[in-house]
C-alpha cells in the first residue's frame, strides 16, 4: 500500500485553485476569500458558467446580427467570439483537472 503523497495532493489543490482564478478573471468576477466556504465555491463556479454562457449567447446574437447585414463591424463580431471561446475552453480545462483530481483521489489507498 503506497502512502498519500501530500506535497502532490497539495499541488493538485493548487492547479485548482489557479484554474479557478482563472476562470473568474476570464468571467470578470472577483476572487473569493478563502473564508466562505464550500458553498461559496458552489456559487462561484455555477455564476462563472452562468457567466461563459452568457458571453456565447452575446457572441452568437453579434454573429447572426452580421449576418442579417444589421451591422458591419466585424472585428467585434471576432473579438466577442473569440471571448466566447476562451472562456468555454477555460471552463473545459477546470473541469478537466476536477475530474483528475477526483480520479486521483478516488485511486488512493486506504
Known amino acids: 500500500m503506497n ?3 501530500q506535497n502532490r495532493l497539495l499541488q493538485m489543490r493548487s492547479a485548482i ?10 468571467a470578470g468576477l472577483d476572487a473569493p476569500s478563502q473564508t466562505e466556504g464550500a458553498s461559496s465555491f458552489t456559487q462561484t463556479l455555477s455564476d462563472a ?3 461563459v454562457d452568457t ?3 452575446k457572441a452568437s446574437d453579434l454573429s447572426a446580427a ?6 458591419h463591424d466585424i472585428v467585434s463580431v ?7 471561446s476562451l472562456g468555454f475552453e477555460a471552463t473545459l480545462q477546470v473541469r478537466n483537472k476536477l475530474l483528475s ?3 486521483d ?3 488512493m489507498p486506504v
Open 3 to 5: 502512502p498519500i503523497d
Open 17 to 26: 485553485v489557479a484554474q479557478n482564478q482563472a476562470l473568474q478573471r476570464a
Open 49 to 51: 458558467v452562468r457567466a
Open 55 to 57: 458571453q456565447q449567447a
Open 66 to 71: 452580421y449576418e442579417r447585414g444589421e451591422t
Open 78 to 84: 471576432m473579438v466577442e467570439r473569440q471571448k466566447a
Open 101 to 103: 483530481a477526483y480520479r
Open 105 to 107: 483521489i478516488m485511486n
